[in-house]
């Protein structure tokens, strides 16, 4: 996402995931870019937001297998206005 983000970017985000996969986190960088990263299997949230240097927030990290992310995350308007809305007011 860029500087004036936007819900249908959100959408393209999630879709990019599998949310099978892995847990995932959605956070903000310190330049205001939102960022969406499957953890690898071995770490935590915690763990991964202690890895960014560059994390100056982030979201509860959303579990595999939930619809959180991916194609059927991104096609559900009002999950992804409800999740723009949290970001934009952050």
């Known amino acids: ?11 393209e985000l999630l ?9 995932h986190v959605l956070w ?7 960022h969406l ?3 690898p299997k071995t770490q935590t949230p915690l763990g991964f937001e202690e890895t960014q240097s ?5 979201c509860e990290s959303f579990g595999p297998g939930n619809a959180y992310t991916g194609r059927a995350a991104a096609a ?3 999950y992804v206005t409800s999740l ?5 007011t952050c």
């Open 54 to 58: 560059d994390m100056r927030l982030r």
């Open 28 to 34: 903000i960088d310190v330049n205001g870019e939102v």
């Open 15 to 23: 879709a990019q995931q599998d949310d099978a996969g892995a847990h």
């Open 76 to 78: 559900d308007k009002d």
């Open 84 to 88: 723009f809305k949290r970001l934009v």
């Open 1 to 11: 996402m860029n500087r004036t983000p936007n819900a249908e970017q959100l959408s």
């Open 37 to 39: 990263s499957a953890l």
